[in-house]
């Protein structure tokens, strides 16, 4: 049977930043063409400007609703006709009002059912605040947005390593009081679970790393792997879920450690994340487990002192466009078997030359006329 054609919504991010830029280079190859249908959420004037200073030579076509989108092109969404001006490689509260509009409308389509999952371009934190915007990231928006009250979960991976995270965006100085025994099982269930229906990993080993130095020194330079961490973990196995720790971080990464898991659950942000960008160099993709949408995004930021030069890596965005298409499918065959929980209505047993039917009998009636 074949295949559907995968409907990716990709949001524009923040105009004066690189994602127009990666973008059209991604789809630059017709290939990519007979993997998706592209459904670009921004401004065709902005897309238009950025094709033009970059001399690239990527195609689109204009459409003004998803349902019009179609296969085999690069459809651009027009979200809005005002004038944004574009100042590549400077922050800027317009560039920021882009982005938060082509993002406020892919979610309103993906309420409708009009795509199949969503790759965002990167934003300016900072410049994309508003009264409706007014998250840390787009992680914790997207999670409000479409999460149904499940939780999301901060997934940094590619072919080699998966690391998430138990606090996110958070200052160091409130990391500590936000490590607890309830958080981490929350945070490694969901990834546990993610592991197994996202990826198709079907007994995930999860490596759990400590929060202070040498894991605390039993107490020497901190409490929390004792009466936090290690108490966790030891729930989490009780649980069935494979947790192992916790292990100090720079040795479990400087040992390259992490070939032995499935998974890396790490304390906070930084920890996970600069070994793992420093690892991941360019094929690295977040990913945003535990919400019912598909969501991914390249892993760098708006790269605003390269913006305009044309030598963005595409790379990155290539690939979170793969691991979309890829859990979306991966989810689709999990889910598949559980649709019908009741086995087939008939199995065969042969016996010497003998055919055997066996048949669920039918539940009796015991309804009322």
Do not use: W
């Not at 509260?93 to 892919?106: M, P, R, V, W, Y």
């Not at 890396?264 to 990913?287: R, W």
């Not at 047993?349 to 539940?363: G, L, M």
């Amino acid at each position: 049977m074949e295949e559907k054609m995968i409907r990716v919504a990709i949001t524009q991010g923040d105009t004066n930043g690189i994602g127009y830029e990666v973008i059209f280079k991604t789809f630059a190859d017709p290939g990519m063409l007979e993997l998706c249908t592209p459904i670009i959420y921004g401004s065709p004037k902005i897309a238009a400007y950025h094709r033009k200073a970059l001399n690239l030579e990527t195609n689109f076509s204009i459409i003004n609703h998803a349902e019009e989108a179609r296969n085999g092109r690069v459809n651009l969404l027009t979200c809005f006709d005002k004038e944004v001006k574009v100042e590549l490689g400077q922050p800027a509260q317009e560039a920021g009002e882009a982005a938060f509009i082509a993002l406020d409308k892919a979610m309103t389509d993906y309420r409708k059912g009009l795509f199949d999952v969503l790759v965002t371009a990167p934003i300016n934190k900072a410049t994309i605040q508003n009264r409706e915007f007014h998250f840390p990231g787009h992680t914790e928006y997207i999670e409000a947005s479409v999460g149904d009250g499940q939780k999301a979960l901060m997934i940094l991976m590619n072919e080699s390593l998966r690391v998430a995270l138990v606090t996110t965006h958070l200052p160091i100085k409130d990391v500590s009081k936000a490590i607890t025994k309830e958080a981490i099982i929350e945070k490694a269930t969901i990834f546990h679970r993610s592991l197994k229906r996202d990826f198709r990993i079907s007994n995930p080993r999860i490596a759990i790393l400590a929060l202070n130095p040498h894991a605390g020194d039993n107490g020497l330079l901190g409490s929390e792997e004792q009466q936090v961490i290690i108490p966790a973990i030891a729930e989490l196995e009780k649980q069935g879920i494979q947790a192992f720790g916790p292990y100090p971080a720079d040795g479990f990464f400087g040992s390259n450690s992490y070939h032995h898991f499935d998974g890396v659950l790490a304390m906070y942000h930084d920890q996970g994340l600069a070994p793992f960008k420093t690892i991941a160099l360019e094929s690295g993709v977040n990913f945003t487990a535990g919400l019912p949408i598909v969501r991914t995004s390249p892993d760098h930021g708006t790269a605003y002192d390269i913006a305009g030069q044309g030598i963005a890596d595409e790379n990155s965005f290539r690939q979170a466009v793969f691991t979309a298409i890829d859990v979306y499918r991966n989810r689709q065959y999990y889910d598949e078997p559980l649709q019908n929980p009741l086995p087939k209505l008939f199995h065969e047993k042969r016996d010497d030359s003998e055919k055997v039917r066996f048949a669920i009998p039918k539940a009796k009636d015991t309804s009322e006329s």
